[in-house]
């Protein structure tokens, strides 16, 4: 005797009950019962699953949307973490510990003390790929306007540009007004290059003193094919204690390492 199917096809549509057919008795339904989780088609569940992740996509946009337009603060928590705030209990201890963070032209600090006690300007004019003819008026517009550091590098190539427009402004923005900031290339590492590379930077920007002198890259290059000098890049310290002699005989105030 052939066995009958009991389960129907999950594509098949839903059963429907006979008139008068008693509740629970699979012989008043016209077709076979399917076991276990009650049958949904293919198009319901689509909709289902497009509608909530639409839902989610609006509910993140609006997260997104109030943070970037309110500032949340919460969004920066780590921060006070990390500068050993702890745990946040209040809102008292939340403002108290976002708002030394706070980077808003408002609370940012005008400068900050280098271990020599010399004080740096927090902004600086970047001139890194200012082009030719342009730069010494990028230079003198900062200067009117309130700029005090100048951050330029010898690879930059227009540091005689840049010295030519300190000359210009000097009569009423005196060099001890400046905070002047070059960097050694990677092929002045050598102890005996450093010194005739600060002094043609020195040269071309028409100052006696650079304020910071930092190593552009913690690498150093040969100079006849530009390859990596292993043995000075994973021991500096002769390309360090030249840069600290550039100290001592007033070249140089401060020095560090870029990148």
């Not at 009958?4 to 839903?14: D, E, I, L």
């Not at 590379?197 to 910071?212: H, M, N, P, R, V």
Request: aromatic fraction near 10%; charged fraction near 25%.
């Amino acid at each position: 005797m052939e066995k009958k199917n009991v389960y129907r096809s999950q594509f098949q549509p839903a059963p429907r009950r006979k008139l008068g057919g008693a509740l629970g008795n699979e012989s008043d339904y016209t077709l076979p019962i399917r076991r276990g989780s009650p049958y949904r088609s293919p198009t319901r569940t689509t909709r289902q699953l497009i509608k909530h992740f639409v839902r989610f996509t609006v509910i993140a946009m609006c997260i997104f949307l109030l943070d970037r337009v309110t500032g949340l603060r919460r969004s920066n928590w780590y921060a006070v973490w990390i500068r050993g705030k702890g745990t946040v209990k209040t809102d008292q201890e939340w403002n108290a510990g976002y708002d030394s963070l706070e980077l808003g032209l408002d609370s940012l600090p005008l400068s900050f003390k280098l271990p020599s006690g010399d004080e740096i300007p927090t902004v600086a004019l970047g001139t890194w790929k200012a082009p030719p003819a342009k730069v010494g008026a990028a230079v003198k517009a900062a200067l009117e306007t309130g700029y005090r550091h100048i951050d330029g590098a010898w690879i930059y190539g227009n540091e005689a540009e840049i010295g030519n427009a300190l000359k210009e402004v000097e009569h009423h923005i005196p060099r001890g007004s400046l905070f002047l900031t070059s960097k050694l290339w990677n092929t002045f590492h050598n102890p005996e290059d450093v010194e005739a590379a600060l002094d043609e930077t020195l040269s071309k920007l028409q100052t006696d003193y650079l304020d910071l002198y930092l190593m552009h890259w913690p690498i150093a290059q040969n100079a006849d094919d530009h390859t990596v000098d292993m043995e000075l890049s994973e021991n500096p310290v002769r390309t360090w204690k030249k840069m600290e002699e550039m100290v001592r005989k007033g070249k140089v105030r401060n020095i560090g390492v870029s990148k």
